[in-house]
């Protein structure tokens, strides 16, 4: 067994938040709401990446709420639509963040084993790291429906330490968010945020164990964790 980096995948592997906010606006358009309603709830690429990052039920939330018609069974009637738009062009706007695939390449090469624990349906996290040319940099994949249950629970960490070979007294988890840091403290290991995601420096105050401003920090942050 390999001493273990297990990523998230949305804001911290990659920015996503183009791609997820377009499917979101999607929606909107086709919605039975006035021109004005539909204009009002549309998502802003800059603006709502924070939002996007939250997910798609998050999204349509947020925009509805805008527009003053949100409802619950709204947003339901839409997540699926709203999945089926982002699956047929999740690879437009997304993008690793700089450094990160020599980031991955480096610990790899120094003896870590790598995997991702997302919250982005499996089959489209898939879809994505292939697209973007990097799924065999990661020895395991685990997403929101591969297991009965998603983070902060730690049973889909836990499954991305055992499939990549990681060792579970020598993993931890790179993230961008609240639930990242709930589920590495769940698990009992060292969380590293990461500042350059919508959250920004604001991760600071979730009291990880480690922070990085770009990757090229993170290879010398896991060492000084793990080793």
């Known amino acids: 067994m390999k001493p273990c980096v297990i990523f998230d995948l949305d804001g ?12 979101a606006n999607v929606c909107f358009a086709q919605m039975d709401l006035t021109a004005a309603q539909r204009e009002m709830a549309r998502l802003d690429p800059t603006r709502d990446a924070g939002i996007a990052v939250r997910g798609g039920r998050r999204m349509l939330t947020a925009g509805l709420e805008r527009a003053g018609c949100y409802s619950d069974a709204l947003v339901e009637a ?3 639509p709203l999945l089926r738009a982002y699956d047929s062009a999740l690879d437009v706007h997304s993008h690793f963040y700089p450094g990160a695939v020599a980031a991955v390449e480096t610990l790899r090469r120094n003896g870590y084993a ?18 973007l040319g990097a799924r065999d940099l990661f020895d395991a994949l685990i997403g929101a429906d591969t297991l009965p249950t998603r983070k902060p629970d730690v049973a889909p960490f836990w499954a991305a330490v055992d499939q990549s070979g990681g060792d579970r007294k020598a993993a931890l988890l790179v993230g961008d968010s609240d639930t990242d840091r709930t589920t590495s403290a769940n698990a009992g290991v060292p969380s590293i945020l990461v500042t350059f995601s919508p959250e920004g420096c604001g991760v600071k105050d979730l009291t990880p164990e480690a922070t990085i401003d770009h990757f090229d920090e993170l290879p010398a942050v896991v060492d000084a964790l793990l080793r």
């Open 12 to 23: 911290t592997l990659a920015d996503t938040s183009g791609d997820l906010i377009a499917a």
């Open 78 to 80: 839409w997540y699926q």
């Open 114 to 131: 790598t995997g991702i624990c997302t919250n982005k349906p499996e089959a489209m996290a898939e879809k994505l790291m292939r697209a």
